[in-house]
């Protein structure tokens, strides 16, 4: 979570701070949670099962979880699974990071052309 950079808009120093993290139950931890919250960072993260019941039992407060916010996270989702259907980006073969970004923005070009 540390490492978490935004890159600015114009020159000077990127962010570190976004203004909203949306991420899958596999990021629902307490710990996660309490991270973002220290940081000052909007959680949208739909919560497990079990760690509902939990918070239930404990009487504690329900997290905050915006079901609009969170829809909009599958338009990411489908992009991704688009750019892993090259195999030149779903293996990595390029293990520089420029060549690996050009590969990512033909593959990004290309996409964008056919819709």
């Not at 993290?21 to 973002?36: H, I, M, N, T, W």
């Amino acid at each position: 979570m540390d490492k978490i950079r935004v890159a600015s808009a114009g020159p000077g120093r990127p962010r570190v701070r976004p203004e909203r993290v949306v991420a899958d139950k596999g990021y629902s931890a307490r710990s996660f949670r309490a991270c973002l919250r220290r940081r000052g960072i909007k959680a949208t993260i739909p919560e497990c099962v079990d760690q509902l019941a939990g918070r239930r039992r404990r009487r504690e407060r329900p997290c905050g979880f915006d079901r609009t916010v969170y829809r909009r996270r599958n338009v990411v989702e489908r992009c991704l699974h688009r750019l892993k259907q090259w195999r030149g980006i779903a293996t990595r073969y390029d293990k520089q990071p420029d060549r690996y970004l050009a590969a990512i923005t033909l593959a990004s070009t290309l996409i964008w052309l056919q819709t």
